[in-house]
């Protein structure tokens, strides 16, 4: 059985700093490209980042650029977002999700497998 399970999530002041992880089980991790996606109250889930299955290319949301860095530990089968300089529109549940040899921009239908999502809130 697959599972990821995402952790990290919480509240932060605006300008603060988060780090999530996604822990996955029950998969071959290093096949598997891996994406963060985000939803917010109201509004359609959105790609944050993404890292390829191989050579670990990255990919990121113009929104994200500079901010947050998406890596991954294939020894912990863990997939990490650092986030940075937090603003509150970031507030949003984050999700993680694999793609099967997918690139490092995988469309949100290409992936398989997901997480239940940890809740971040910045606050003013």
């Known amino acids: 059985q697959v599972q990821l399970v995402e952790s990290g999530g919480g509240l932060v002041q605006t300008g603060g700093s988060l780090r999530l992880s996604c822990a996955a089980s029950g998969l071959a991790f290093s096949r598997y490209s891996m994406g963060w996606f985000r939803q917010a109250p109201g509004k359609e889930r959105e790609f944050v980042a993404g890292i390829r299955w191989a050579g670990g290319s990255t990919y990121y949301a113009d929104f994200v650029k500079g901010r947050f860095t998406i890596s991954r530990d294939n020894t912990k089968n863990t997939v990490y977002l650092q986030m940075n300089s937090l603003k509150p529109e970031d507030t949003a549940v984050y999700s993680c999700?694999?793609?099967?040899?997918?690139?490092?921009?995988?469309?949100?239908?290409?992936?398989?497998?997901w997480g239940q999502g940890t809740q971040v809130t910045v606050s003013s």
């Open positions: 999700a694999a793609a099967l040899y997918g690139g490092s921009s995988v469309p949100i239908g290409g992936y398989t497998y």
